[in-house]
């Protein structure tokens, strides 16, 4: 077996192992990068954007339904396969573009995935080996084995977003971000949904009063949900599948449908790694144990994004933790991650958003002697809200009265995915209420409603 030597050897080719391999490559380091899967990553190919590209469509139609009898009086025509074909001129040229952009960069391109034989080498497909100085795991995440009978009959999110067909009916299983986004939109665009929710409440890991109201204006739409319940089986019965369902009483029940969406949840995509064999520490469902600085416990090899225990398995944070690596190990600046405050969103109709201090930590700051203020208001009645004929538009902000600062800001309501942003920014630079009160948001917008939340 043939070895090949490197300076850098970056495992997986998303967005954040590409920023890596470049900046290596600029710091006139020999550099390998090397992906099982089409190269580009799980949110350009598989996730964000594609599936923005089908909620930009969804919520076309989801505004319409909103609006009808207040102008409009046909229903708007709409095309599966004509979505599929747009969303394919987004990702399709993004693994060749990836990998010309690597090579034009100075970076060696494999296309295999990668086995520790030890804690410097790995082995590629092919009978080639490749030993580096300092190796950079960036493997993403996969979805979560469901391990009961028939799940060989789920189809994942990754299935879902590259479907010819959009069936009459549907059963998606889970109720987290990327379940919530494939029923709204399936539901949108004219799919009877049933949604499996192991919580009580789907969105779990956003504000639980928001997520239920969320919850009440999907069924009124016609989305129905299991709450507080787990698939134990699927069968195939024809053309259409059965699913066994059990709660937390322990009722059982068995639904039929045409399609059933495994979305309950990732894990860390490292099995294939061997990590043992290089004696990296991990855990299967945590992801590769890194320190601050994104080191394992071996100094030469660092891991980032989704594949590592570090931050939530978002785009955004796995980029920042690549420009972050890259400046420590080119560029000798002496960085650690920070990830507070953090935005996240979930596109839901209407999206669902979320930074800084929650719920639970609010309460725990109480108990600490803190001066913590909740605004939580149903604000369905505002203009915002009103004029696009929205089912429902609600906030939740925690605030320091003392230090007359926002600490933390949900949010449920169309446009607030962009409006997230703006409490981002005052939460992360500490600007004082009394100041963002003075400031002139252009109106009628989304932005301009900050300041009556406040």
């Not at 550099?31 to 076309?60: M, N, Q």
């Not at 059963?171 to 939109?185: A, L, M, N, P």
């Not at 860390?268 to 299967?284: F, M, R, S, W």
Request: with cysteine; glycine share 8%.
């Amino acid at each position: 077996m043939s070895t090949k030597e490197y300076d850098v050897i970056v495992v997986g080719a998303g967005n954040a192992g590409q920023s890596v391999a470049t900046a290596a490559a600029e710091a006139g380091k020999s550099v390998a990068i090397t992906e099982g899967r089409d190269y580009g990553g799980t949110c350009p190919l598989r996730g964000c954007d594609p599936k923005l590209v089908l909620h930009a469509v969804a919520e076309t139609v989801h505004r319409f339904h909103n609006l009808r009898g207040k102008g409009f009086t046909d229903e708007p025509g709409f095309s599966w396969p004509d979505l599929m074909a747009w969303k394919r001129t987004f990702t399709e040229p993004i693994p060749p573009k990836s990998q010309e952009k690597m090579r034009e960069n100075g970076v060696e391109v494999y296309e295999s995935y990668a086995t520790f034989t030890d804690d410097h080498t790995l082995r590629l497909e092919d009978d080639l080996s490749i030993r580096g100085k300092t190796i950079v795991l960036a493997t993403g995440m996969r979805p979560t084995p469901l391990d009961f009978p028939g799940s060989e009959h789920l189809l994942t999110s990754d299935d879902f977003l590259d479907m010819d067909d959009l069936p009459e009916e549907m059963i998606v299983i889970g109720g987290g971000y990327i379940g919530t986004e494939t029923s709204q939109i399936s539901h949108a665009l004219g799919c009877r949904v049933t949604v499996i929710v192991s919580d009580e409440v789907p969105l779990s890991k956003f504000d639980h009063d928001l997520a239920d109201m969320l919850r009440k204006a999907s069924e009124e739409r016609g989305i129905k949900f299991h709450l507080n319940s787990k698939a134990g089986a699927v069968r195939k019965v024809g053309n259409r599948f059965e699913v066994d369902i059990e709660n937390k009483e322990g009722q059982k029940s068995t639904l039929t449908t045409d399609r059933v969406i495994h979305c309950a949840g990732r894990v860390p995509n490292i099995d294939k790694l061997d990590l043992e064999a290089a004696g990296v520490k991990y855990d299967k469902k945590k992801g590769i144990a890194v320190d601050g600085k994104l080191r394992t416990n071996l100094p030469h090899v660092y891991a980032l994004g989704d594949c590592a225990d570090s931050g939530l398995p978002l785009s955004p944070v796995a980029s920042y933790a690549g420009s972050v690596l890259s400046d420590m190990l080119f560029d000798d600046r002496e960085r650690e991650i920070s990830y507070f405050p953090l935005p996240t969103v979930a596109f839901s109709l209407p999206g669902m958003a979320a930074v800084g201090m929650t719920a639970d930590e609010a309460k725990e700051a109480r108990k600490e002697g803190r001066e913590i203020t909740e605004r939580f208001a149903d604000a369905t009645d505002w203009y915002h809200a009103r004029h696009l004929g929205s089912p429902v538009f609600a906030y939740k902000i925690f605030i320091d009265e003392k230090e007359d600062r926002i600490l933390g800001a949900h949010l449920l309501g169309p446009n607030v995915t962009e409006l997230i942003n703006l409490f981002y920014l005052a939460i992360s630079e500490k600007t004082r209420i009394s100041a963002l009160k003075q400031l002139i948001f252009a109106y009628p917008t989304a932005a301009s409603t900050l300041k009556s939340m406040l």
